[in-house]
């Protein structure tokens, strides 16, 4: 499975942004996609998940400001945005066999 993550970028506070995660090879093994960030010196934070029947998970952090949907793509739709929101966002997939696949990550900068 290849994740390939893409929409970060600079935004003022209390803007959006909307993140994409392509899949592509096994993605029939996929049984979730979510998003980590990290943040320089820190661990990876998980920020939101999506499982194939539509179950969401957010992070308390993100609660009632990001979205996470899906069809074909995976995406992370992020208002008001907070600069304690800039880290680099990465792509994540679970798959049936237990298998954790990243994809590359995306910037995001929150300017106060």
């Known amino acids: 499975v290849q994740l390939q993550a893409s929409g970060g970028g600079l935004v003022q506070a209390g803007g959006s942004l909307r993140l994409s995660c392509v899949a592509s090879g096994s993605t029939f093994s996929i049984n979730a996609i979510g998003w980590y960030r990290q943040f320089p010196g820190k661990q990876r934070e998980l920020v939101a998940t999506?499982?194939?029947?539509g179950s969401t998970y957010y992070a308390d952090s993100v609660k009632g400001r990001f979205t996470i949907s899906r069809d074909a793509d995976v995406y992370l739709q992020m208002n008001s945005l907070k600069p304690e929101d800039t880290a680099v966002y990465l792509c994540?997939?679970?798959?049936?066999?237990?298998?954790?696949?990243w994809g590359q990550g995306t910037l995001v900068t929150v300017s106060s």
């Open positions: 994540s997939a679970w798959g049936s066999s237990g298998t954790n696949y």
């Open positions: 999506i499982s194939n029947g």
